[in-house]
T-cell receptor, first 115, second 118 residues
């Protein structure tokens, strides 16, 4: 596609439920990143994919968070047993390579609200 | 570990004037990349400009320029001839070098909110 697509754009869920956030990167981009942005804050790195593998998962805050990428394309971030502190905007970004001088192209994000 | 510091939570500028947004960084790496992104109220992150640590010239992209002072570890963004549409949050970010267990992820500062007055 022309840009990075994320769905849903907004998600309200009850505490304790599981949620899945989807990211469809730009076609041909091998590098894919997930970040989290809490209200008024900077971006917090979660996980990096190169192709289908995730060599850097160091930012996942707990074992309730997991992610996968299939076919070197679509990625899903899953949060199990959601907590109120998980409320944030989850941003996905992709890049042709990890060392692109144009940085990442970001999606518009999924705003997650846990009530 | 890498660290990015943006000390200005908010900045105000008059339309058509220039403004400098500060960014300092801390790294022990010799090779790294510095980026600036703009985040309007719509929430999207827009890439503005890139500076490589070995680049001798300051990067420029239209009205954006990056004042890179390597010895001071600063990478300030200069926006010339500010426009109302420049009102947004601005993030400075640093990319760690690739290799070993490093995969080039970006570390972001806390951001600076720029407000352009008519």
């Amino acid at each position: 596609g022309a840009g990075v697509s994320q769905s849903p754009s907004n998600k309200v869920t009850e505490k304790g439920k599981d949620v899945e956030l989807r990211c469809d990167p730009i076609s041909g981009h091998t590098a894919l990143y997930w970040y989290r942005q809490s209200l008024g804050q900077g971006l917090e790195f979660l996980i990096y994919f190169q192709g289908n593998s995730a060599p850097d998962k160091s930012g996942l805050p707990s074992d309730r968070f997991s992610a996968e990428r299939t076919g070197g394309s679509v990625s899903t971030l899953t949060i199990q047993r959601t907590q109120q502190e998980d409320s944030a905007v989850y941003l996905c970004a992709s890049s042709p390579t990890a060392d692109s001088n144009y940085g990442y192209t970001f999606g518009s994000g999924t705003r997650l609200t846990v009530v | 570990a890498q660290k990015i510091t943006q000390t200005q939570p908010g900045m105000f500028v008059q339309e058509k004037e220039a403004v400098t947004l500060d960014c300092t960084y801390d790294t022990s790496d010799q090779s790294y990349g510095l980026f600036w992104y703009k985040q309007p109220s719509s929430g999207e992150m827009i890439f503005l400009i890139y500076q490589g640590s070995y680049d001798e010239q300051n990067a420029t992209e239209g009205r954006y320029s990056l004042n890179f002072q390597k010895a001071r570890k600063s990478a300030n963004l200069v926006i010339s001839a500010s426009q109302l549409g420049d009102s947004a949050m601005y993030f400075c970010a640093m990319r760690e070098p690739l290799g070993g267990t490093s995969y080039g992820k970006l570390t972001f500062g806390q951001g600076t909110i720029l407000t352009v007055h008519p």
